[in-house]
Structures are given as structure tokens and as C-alpha cells.
């Protein structure tokens, strides 16, 4: 009788340490080597579970995502719909870049030209920016407010709003606290400004 393909688990156990060497160390300074020491396996390990060290990096990029939609997700079935856009941007206001995985989106950007890369942040970003106008458009309930700020719009920005804490996290313009305050005001202005 044939083993067992453990690759689906295995690759979920270790994407995490993944994730978290591309996140300290870069996509360029982070060799599979490293990658390897970090998860306590052989290099052999990661090249049966992903092709090459691009393809460890695309998935460190999905897993940020799938992160932050499984938080969001319990966040959102916690209490109706009708305020989950709210409690997401309570808990980001408090939470966001705590783990640094902003830090695989900064340096996937700077591998744009490679167009696997390039495809999986263009994912990445339009994934979070439906989530949110989904969780918008839960919020408002039926119709929109008239003057009201399109969902669509709303997301994006609050997207920007996303990578303007994680470059003030970043190069400390900043204090944890005023991040706090920015993302909480500026987050709720534009969630107002959508009718959410």
C-alpha cells in the first residue's frame, strides 16, 4: 500500500518560518540555505515540497493574505455583518504589522519584473481590496448613502491607508500609538464616507 502524500501538511507547517525568513531577511538575502536552517530540514526538504526558492516566496505572499483573511474572517462571524468592517479595523488599528509581513509585500515589489512575482502581489492586493468592499458593502446594508464614497474606492483606500502604517512601522515616522490613532481615524473616516 502506497504512503501517504504528506506534501499538502508539510508545506503548511513550514510556511510560516517561511514566511517569517523572507519577512526578516528579504527576497535577495534569503537563500535556500537559510530557508532551510530556519525550518529545520534539509534543502532537499523544500525543493520536494516547492520548486525553487521564487516559489517559496509566492507562497510566503498567498500565506499574508491567508493570514489576514482567517483573522478577518473570525472577526467578521463574530457579531453580524453589520459591523464586522468595524471590528476589523479596531482589531487592525491595534494589530497591523505586528508580524512584519509587510515586509514580503516591500520586497516583492522590488521583484515586479519577474512576472510570477508580479502576478502573485497583483493577487494579493485585489484580494484585500475585495475583501474589504465585500465587508464595506455588508456594513452598509441595502443601497448606498447618497454622496456616499463607492465601496470600491473605499477599499483601496483603505489598502493605501495599510501600506502607509507599514512604511511608517517601518522607518519609525511614527509611534505604535499614533499608528494606532491614524489607522483607527482615518480608517473609520473613510468607512463613514462609504456609508459602512
Known sequence: MPRPNMSVERRAALLPL???AFAQLGYRRTTTAALAERCGVQESVL???WPGKKQMFIAAIE????????VWRRLSASGGG???ARRILDYESRHYGELGHY????AGLSETDD???HDALRTLFGRYQRFLREQID???GTGKRHGALGSEWAAW???GLGLAASVSRELTLLSDADRTRLIAAAGGNLLSAAGG
Open 47 to 49: 525543493y520536494r515540497l
Open 103 to 106: 515586509r514580503i509585500i516591500f
Open 115 to 117: 512576472p510570477d512575482v
Open 82 to 84: 453589520a459591523a464586522s
Open 63 to 70: 500565506y499574508v493574505f491567508e493570514l489576514s483573511a482567517s
Open 18 to 20: 517561511v514566511a517569517r
Open 138 to 140: 455588508a456594513s452598509r
Open 157 to 159: 483606500a483603505l489598502v
